[in-house]
Every structure is written in C-alpha cells, then in structure tokens.
C-alpha cells in the first residue's frame, strides 16, 4: 500500500492483509495508552507501565469497537479474517494482544494474552495464537538474527521476552519466546542456522519447563547455558 507523505494508513482504504496489521496494530496501539484500570495494573506488575507498554507495541482490543473501526476503515469481512482478527476470543476475553512477526521481521498474525482475572482453562488458555502464527518460528526471533547478536535467550512466555528485551538492555543479546515449552523440528533448525553462538535456556521452573529444557539441549548445535534457579520465582518475568 503506497501511502502518500504526511498521510495516515486510515486515509486509504486496505486492500491486503499486510494493511489490515498496520491499520490494527496502530489503533491497537492507541488503544493501549488508555485501557481499562485491571489490565494496566496487571501489565504495571508484569513491569511494563505506560513507557513499556509503547515501547513493546503492546496492543489492547476491545472486539465490537475495533472490528468496526476497521470496516469504517474500508477493510473488509475476508482481510480481518485473513489477518487473524476474528479468532475466537479476540477483543473479549483476550483483550492484551501481541504482535507475531516472522523471522524477517513482517507481521503474520497475533498472540492474545487471556484476561488476567479469569481462570486458564483447555478451552481458554493463557495465550492464544491466530492464524499466521507457527511454532516454527519462535515469537521475536527476528531480533535475533539482527547484526550483532551473539546470545539468544529462549523463554516461554512472550511478554517475559518483551520485558527482557527492554528492561535489561543486554548488549548483544535478544530474548526469544516458545510460547509453550517446545519447539518444533523446523524450529530448531532456525535456532541452529542463526548466526548467534550462544543460546540461552530460561524455561519457567515447572516440570513442564524442566522437560522442555532437556528437549531442547539435544536438539540445539551451539553453546547452552542454561538458567535453572529463578530465586524462587518459576519464570524470568517473575
């Protein structure tokens, strides 16, 4: 979409999916500067407040108001479909939303962030992806194929990785996250075809995080540190 200097993407009408991310992610984005009380208070003790919250691109949706402001905006029934939009749940209970960007860094789908004040269920899960997301392809490990990157910290949590990435200011290092405790075959082999020397294991410390730890340091060809004492806490959020 060619977008004329000085002008806003809402000013032209989307005509692929790749308009319908922009156009969602910037008025999510706007959104998420005056979201309601119990969801900042919760990203606030995750350790993201308001500065953290921009600067991570963190999304707040609210279903009814922000579909139609995307129809208003021209898109139509197929792109929001298409981009992930109307994934069951989105803008109702899974009201934080994550941008999910490919390892060339282009935006493909979103991961939602349940409600913090219901209860993790099968049916509703902590976080949950939309179409365009893949396990092949860890959430943000487009930073760390950037130039310069030596060590790559793999967590489960995306909003763990997030607050690493701006929080601790590592130089040379990108945190990466699972969003779950394994990785697939394909996803591995990125790990390993990545310039990076160095990967760092920090899984939340659970069984499930501990399994997944041993599973992935067979299957990785580089140096592995791993993180197994969080003082206490089970994950590096924490």
Avoid: W
């Amino acid at each position: 979409l060619q977008r004329p200097r000085g002008h806003l993407l809402a000013d032209l009408e989307p005509v692929e999916v790749a308009d319908v991310h922009r156009l969602f992610i910037s008025m999510g984005q706007q959104a998420a500067d005056s979201m309601p009380d119990p969801f900042a208070d919760y990203l606030s003790k995750r350790g993201f407040g308001r500065k953290e919250v921009k600067k991570a691109g963190i999304i707040y949706m609210e279903r009814d108001r922000m579909l139609k402001a995307l129809f208003r905006a021209g898109c139509t029934k197929g792109l929001l479909e298409q981009a992930g939009l109307f994934t069951v749940g989105f803008g109702d209970i899974y009201h934080i939303i994550l941008p999910y960007y490919d390892e060339h860094g282009i935006c493909k789908g979103f991961v939602g962030r349940l409600d913090p004040r219901l209860p993790e269920t099968k049916e509703t899960p902590k976080y949950k992806n939309s179409f365009g997301t893949t396990k092949d392809v860890p959430f943000l490990f487009h930073l760390a194929l950037a130039p310069g990157i030596y060590k790559v910290i793999v967590v489960e949590g995306p909003l763990d990785a997030l607050l690493i990435n701006i929080k601790c200011g590592m130089k040379g290092a990108a945190a990466v996250a699972l969003c779950g405790d394994t990785l697939s075959d394909a996803g591995l082999a990125l790990v390993n075809s990545s310039a990076a020397p160095v990967v760092m294991l920090a899984l939340d410390d659970d069984d499930a995080g501990r399994l997944g730890t041993l599973g992935l340091i067979r299957g990785i060809k580089k140096q592995v540190l791993v993180v197994s004492n969080f003082l206490g806490h089970k994950d590096p959020g924490e």
